[in-house]
């Protein structure tokens, strides 16, 4: 069975060597979407996938892109730095900031949230199925398992301005880096 969540997100950025003059030259910002299909062989105890609440991390993940630059680590020196001077929300990420590098790089890391948590309610063989991130509303790209093969990063390689680290609640990226597994509350069943 496959669920799907969506998340949104605003974002700002500058997709360098695409063909469009517009895109590639100037800051510009989206209001994107963010699909994230799960896939089971069974059932929990509450006859779900999953419970969504277990996607806590994906949110947070998500949300430090909201009302962020996305910046490409392969900016000049003196473009980086004007970035840092001029905002405080700042993703710094090993991929060009396209739909196509977001939806590899959340299925990069989304995948690697979801087999660091450990799941206590009878949840069956958790998977991620596709990430998909609209840019716009007639234009989106998927992202799968077998497009890990592109993923040429490590989460070491993505950074995020103190302002956005300041707002998570726990240390949760830390963790994911570390291979910390999320360890969820255990269900009593009240039947």
Same mark, same amino acid.
């Given at each position: ?36 299909? +799960? ?6 105890? #509450? !006859?779900?996938? &999953?419970?969504?609440?277990?996607? @806590? *991390? ?34 710094? +990420? ?6 196509? #590098? !977001?939806?590899? &790089?959340?299925?990069?890391?989304? @995948? *690697? ?79």
């Amino acid at each position: 069975m496959k669920i799907r969540k969506a998340f949104r997100f605003e974002g700002a950025h500058i997709v360098r060597n695409c063909s469009s003059q517009r895109c590639k030259y100037n800051i510009h910002g989206h209001s994107y979407g963010v699909e994230v299909s +799960i896939t089971s062989n069974q059932l929990d105890n #509450g !006859y779900m996938v &999953m419970d969504f609440m277990l996607l @806590d *991390k994906v949110k947070l993940l998500v949300d430090s892109f909201d009302h962020s630059y996305s910046l490409w680590d392969r900016e000049s020196t003196d473009f980086k730095q004007w970035i840092y001077a001029n905002t405080q929300r700042v993703a710094e +990420i090993p991929i060009s900031p396209s739909a196509e #590098g !977001y939806a590899l &790089m959340f299925y990069f890391i989304i @995948d *690697k949230i979801l087999k660091n948590t450990i799941f206590r309610n009878g949840e069956g063989e958790i998977k991620l199925h596709s990430v998909k991130v609209h840019e716009t509303s007639t234009g989106f790209a998927e992202a799968f398992e077998e497009d890990l093969q592109l993923v040429k990063f490590t989460l070491e390689d993505i950074h995020f301005s103190q302002p956005i680290i300041e707002e998570w609640p726990d240390t949760w990226w830390d963790d994911l880096k570390n291979g910390t597994h999320y360890n969820n509350p255990e269900v009593t069943q009240n039947i």
